[in-house]
């Protein structure tokens, strides 16, 4: 039995649940049976854990054909009308990436429109039942239907609770649209159009540095962008095209090197050199050593994170690549979190309360980590001076 095996069935029950919450948030958990399961090792868990993981993915795979009609029903809805459009992330990572969907956490479907169709496909989505929430730069968000009170506890169930995003992309991109070069990929009976190979691969890593340069993310996208890299192994014409496509830009060169990086200081060297001889390897030293430093910790982070990656926001900025939020905003915020419960029609009195008081709670803990983590962040900031200025003696 291998000493990884050999360990975890020996891991004492008290060490089990803060494991399952970590394989929760971290959307590993379904990653996580699936390779138990298909190396024979199931007796390996706890007969609790086990069943628990079980339920979990019965529960997912039904969440997922739910979202799979929906995602259907959208795309008729969108080529009945003509419509330019393509899918983001979600299903179309599927095979190259994500082989069964059921396993990976989805909660929300993405399109990429024309800003000029945003309006008709707005109709389209509204008399589905969605409705506009909000809009963020380019991005319009619309839910239908009441969400129910986040937990861990109905994390993979079926909700009524649907949430679509639509990405609008300026006419003015000509030749670089990327809604000009999208493929078809026949998925559940429907050819939905998916991004060109290269344009997915590219959007899927700066996505994940995206999150990598914040508070807390998913380790499970590190796998799946891991997968994605050995499916295209061998392809030396697809990792010549990415080069020719992102070479000159310093974000994706740097960002596609942070997290090729970053997997491979974390799970093995996994990636090709016609990959990491322009991203990884030309890496700044401060930043291959922040990776060395704080990957570790960044990947295993449990919810809700840290602030460590303020460490590396300052690098990259030193390396010519300017932060979204300044220091002290990202330290400390200035406006309060995001209401996490809507009023309903006809609210009660004690179901508002009861809303004020899950509002409050999640304050003070928001609170709570913006004060512990600034300051353990200023310092590791110091001790991170430290060490640099002493590797650069």
Known sequence: MPAECERLQKLPSRRWQPLLTWLDTSGLALYFLDRVTQLGRC???PPAVLARLQQNLVDSTERTSSMIAESTAI???LQKAGLS????KGFSLWPVSVPKPELRSQLDLDFLIPAGSAPEARRILEAR???????CGRSWEFKAGTPGRASLKNLYKPTLHRSVELHLETNDRGSDSLLVRTEKLCFHGVYMPVLHPVDLFLGQGLHLYK???????RAAHLIEFRRHVLTRYHDTAFWQELRTLAEGNLRATVGLGV???LISRTMGDFAPEELTCW????????IRLWVERYGHQSVFASHPGSKLYLVLQRELERAGLSAKRSLSHALLPTRLPPAIAQASANESLSARLVRYRRQADFTLFRLRFHLVEGLRYLWESNRWRQYVNARDR
């Not at 459009?85 to 983001?88: F, G, K, M, P, R």
């Not at 039942?129 to 809009?135: D, N, P, S, V």
């Not at 991203?279 to 401060?286: G, K, M, N, V």
Request: proline letters at 6%.
């Open 129 to 135: 039942g969605f409705r506009l929430k909000a809009i």
């Open 279 to 286: 991203t990884s390897d030309p890496l700044p030293i401060r």
């Open 85 to 88: 459009y393509a899918v983001l």
């Open 259 to 261: 997290i090729t990086l």
């Open 43 to 45: 007796e390996m868990l």
């Open 75 to 77: 795309h008729l809805s």
């Open 211 to 217: 999150h990598v340069c914040g508070e807390f993310w």
